[in-house]
């Protein structure tokens, strides 16, 4: 991927977005920090994230 991330993504595209994010906070990256190299918004992120942990 490269630039920022469209409006709508499919459910493959974020498992690889959030897979990416755990696995970069986990080597001590902030959440921020991943996001923005991601180019995906920090907010949007979050409500997936929460979503996930829901499902």
Not at 8 to 29: E, F, P, S
Request: proline share 2%; with cysteine; charged share 25%.
């Amino acid at each position: 991927m490269s630039g920022v991330v469209p409006t709508r993504v499919d459910g493959t595209a974020k498992a690889v977005l959030l897979g990416l994010i755990d696995d970069a906070v986990d080597a001590g990256w902030t959440h921020s920090r991943v996001c923005m190299v991601l180019g995906v918004d920090r907010r949007r992120a979050w409500r997936w994230t929460l979503r996930r942990s829901i499902h």
